[in-house]
């Protein structure tokens, strides 16, 4: 079992800027992607941005150039700064961890962060 504890969000102006963290603990293991997505009121929830274990990233085309996922895994953990915010980023946001074992993989969610972009 993983858990996972987000942290960061907040309420920001249009053009402001915003780092959330996830913790992972319990069953972590070497090979594992962790990311962000999001859902506003009303829509879906939607991938904003993953970086896998060897670093390769994917980011929402709304959002490149404007955020940057890290993890840190000595640490277990993954950040999202999130730079020249819009209030169309208004969203909860939630972190996932996949845990690739040989041809299963386990997907965990976290408990969201609002995030709020309004001036």
């Known amino acids: 079992q993983v858990q996972l504890v987000e942290s960061g969000g907040g309420l920001v102006q249009p053009g402001g800027s915003l780092r959330l963290s996830c913790a992972a603990s319990g069953s972590i293991f070497s090979i594992y992607t962790m990311g962000w997505y999001r859902q506003a009121p009303g829509k879906q929830r939607e991938l904003v941005a993953t970086?896998?274990?060897?670093?390769?990233?994917v980011y929402e085309d709304s959002v490149k150039g404007r955020f940057t996922i890290s993890r840190d895994d000595a640490k277990n953990t993954v950040d999202l700064q999130m730079n020249s915010l819009k209030p169309e980023d208004t969203a909860v946001y939630y972190c996932?961890?996949?845990?690739?074992?040989?041809?299963?993989?386990?997907?965990?969610w976290g408990q969201g962060t609002q995030v709020t972009v309004s001036s």
């Open positions: 970086i896998t274990s060897g670093g390769s990233t």
């Open positions: 996932r961890f996949d845990k690739h074992l040989r041809t299963t993989t386990y997907t965990y």
